[in-house]
Antibody, heavy 122, light 108 residues
């Protein structure tokens, strides 16, 4: 059984950066895409980007290009995201989620982390 | 990018009734690469259906996905108390992955 365990909640000042990690266990880590999806309070889901750890080449939604990065560490089965230049509207739950198709660039999301609340507050 | 529009925003039904949720795409979704998720308060989304009609592991048979092209439907036949939640569609036929705005199924 695949499990994705994310790091804890964070409170950040506007303009600062936040890093959230996602540790995978239970199945092959390297070959499956790992996405980051966020959900603002009371809102819907928004895909931010992904990475296949084996290839280590992240893909980002255009909206986040330039201030969002995803990295993968195969030795610890951990994928991390960092969002910089934080704004109040970045306050959201950030989820990591595994793509259902090995090696794919487009996929559904079959396993999800528990979510990490990032609050941007002055 | 492909924009997904879900309707209705809210569906008010009683247990045992049938729920029909719609997801319309701004352009054709290739290979029927359309998924449905259920999200309950305080929980992460759960995959219900992928490939437009393929139920995920452990999903009850009352959940049925259908459709192709730009029009997709999730039908829940005989609502159980645990089915009252928010449902999202997601397309993966084209990059970037996109989600619909969600349909809330609430108890009437």
């Amino acid at each position: 059984q695949v499990q994705l365990v994310q790091s804890g909640a964070a409170v950040k000042k506007p303009g600062s950066s936040v890093k959230v990690s996602c540790k995978a266990s239970g199945d092959t880590f390297s070959n499956y895409p790992l996405s980051w999806v966020r959900q603002a309070p009371g809102q819907g889901l928004e895909w931010m980007g992904d990475i296949i750890p084996l290839f280590a080449e992240p893909n980002y939604a255009q909206k986040f290009q330039g201030r969002f990065s995803i990295t993968a560490d195969e030795s610890t089965s951990t994928v991390s995201m960092e969002l910089s230049g934080l704004r109040f509207e970045d306050t959201a739950l950030y989820y990591c989620a595994r793509g259902s198709i090995e090696g794919a660039v487009r996929y559904s999301l079959d396993y999800w982390g528990q979510g990490t609340l990032v609050t941007v507050s002055s | 990018e492909i924009v997904l529009t879900q309707s209705p925003d809210t569906l008010s039904l009683s247990p045992g009734e049938r729920a029909t949720l719609s997801c319309r795409a701004s352009q054709s979704v290739s290979n029927r690469f359309l998924a449905w998720y259920q999200q309950k308060p305080g929980q992460a989304p759960r995959l219900l259906v992928s490939g437009a009609f393929i139920r995920a592991t452990g999903i009850p048979g009352r959940f049925t996905g259908s459709g192709s092209g730009t029009d997709f439907t999730l039908t829940i036949s005989g609502l159980e108390p645990e089915d009252f939640a928010v449902y999202y569609c997601q397309q993966y036929g084209a990059s970037p992955l996109t989600f619909g705005g969600g349909t809330r199924v609430e108890i009437k």
